[in-house]
């Protein structure tokens, strides 16, 4: 082992690194490989960048967002102190599993899911332990299993890689079986037809965390949030760096939080070019699971997809290919434009002939 290595804690030493989806900053691809927007944001939201540019950064930025959880509020239907402001979603990720999962204590999440949680599980030096989805991602009662080492689970709804949702009454049933805090990833949930936001009214143990990287079209901003009963938030502001946020981005997520027409617009074109895509792949022999997301999961057992994502990839198209262990492989192709997912799909189809 490096002689550097072994200043570090035995988990950091041993844990693989988390790979982020490629992002090639040259070239001219036609990126479909990590769920961004394929719109640019609001108007609104590029002119309070400007302001906030303009004023005030010799200054901190408030602590707490408080500009931005008084406008999430009102969107949400709860009150501002339900609310903790994160840089993107991945922050409030960190700081719940800070807050906690000790070492030796275990996380629990689905499989395949979302690859972070795992990475977040190792730096505490905790155990995960994963539920594999059945085969139509239905979850099994496991996940809901009490367990006294059990601190925390996560559970993204619509799901990532398939894009698919566990309804709500279930969620609520899962959370009141379980002894730990149940956190539900709304990463995607302003693409779908349900969300559990009304749950954490009626359960302290259950957080929704949401993202303005993929409805908002604000990947490269970095902004996320969560919703929690107000006793469960302050505890976690002891958990958070101070100014976590920062001006810039607190200016435009609450510019981008108060266009709500923006986002309806957005989620409706988003949605019907998702619509469209999952019929045309069907039609290309892929199974696609049923998608309430911004991306849909395609596998096939008549050919290997890695050749495909290898293909695409050399057309200047670049989609994500997946390959979980004991469970399978396929690719992930996040909602484009319309002419982006064209041209996607017709080179598909010419790889396919
Ligand atoms: C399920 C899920 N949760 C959270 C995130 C993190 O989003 P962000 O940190 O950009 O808010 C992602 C990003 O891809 C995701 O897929």
């Known amino acids: 082992m490096p002689e550097l290595d072994r200043l570090f804690r035995p988990e950091i030493q041993q844990m693989q690194p988390y790979v982020p989806g490629e992002q090639p900053q040259g070239g001219k691809f036609i990126k479909l490989n990590t769920n961004e927007n394929p719109y640019p944001p609001s108007q609104r939201v590029v002119a309070a960048l400007a302001s906030a540019a303009a004023s005030r950064l010799e200054r901190y930025p408030d602590p707490l967002g408080t500009a931005f959880r008084v406008r999430a509020a009102e969107v949400l239907g709860v009150e501002p102190d339900w609310i903790l402001c994160g840089n993107g979603s991945d922050d409030i990720l960190t700081i ?67 894009g698919t949702v566990i309804e709500p009454q279930r969620i609520a049933d899962m959370a009141a079986q379980l002894t730990c805090p149940l956190l539900v990833d709304e990463a995607y949930a302003d693409f779908a037809e349900s969300h559990c936001i009304e749950l954490v009214k009626q359960n302290p143990r259950l957080m929704v965390s949401r993202t303005l990287s993929k409805s908002y079209a604000l990947a490269g901003l970095r902004f996320g949030f969560l919703v929690a009963q107000p006793a469960i938030i302050e505890m976690l502001r002891k ?113 396919l002939r």
Request: net charge neutral; proline share 5%.
């Open 239 to 351: 958990v958070k760096d101070s100014y976590n946020c920062d001006s810039l981005s607190l200016a435009a997520a609450t510019a981008a939080i108060d266009d709500q027409a923006w986002l309806r617009d957005n989620r409706q074109k988003v949605n019907a070019t998702r619509q469209r895509m999952t019929v045309r792949l069907r039609e290309l022999g892929f199974t696609v699971a049923d998608s309430q997301a911004n991306f849909v999961w395609c596998t096939r057992s008549d050919r290997p997809v890695q050749p495909l994502y290898e293909a695409l990839k050399r057309d200047q198209v670049l989609v994500r290919y997946m390959n979980y262990p004991q469970w399978g492989d396929g690719l992930r192709i996040s909602v484009g434009t319309d002419d982006q997912i064209d041209a996607c799909l017709d080179l598909l189809a010419g790889h």
């Open 96 to 162: 719940l599993t800070r807050a906690f999962v000790g070492s030796s204590d275990k996380l629990r999440l689905p499989y395949p899911s979302y690859i972070l949680y795992r990475t977040l599980a190792q730096l505490q030096g905790a155990q995960y332990e994963e539920i594999r989805f059945r085969e139509d991602f239905s979850l099994a009662e496991d996940f809901s299993k009490p367990d006294a080492q059990l601190r925390l689970a996560f559970l993204p709804n619509p799901n990532s890689p398939s």
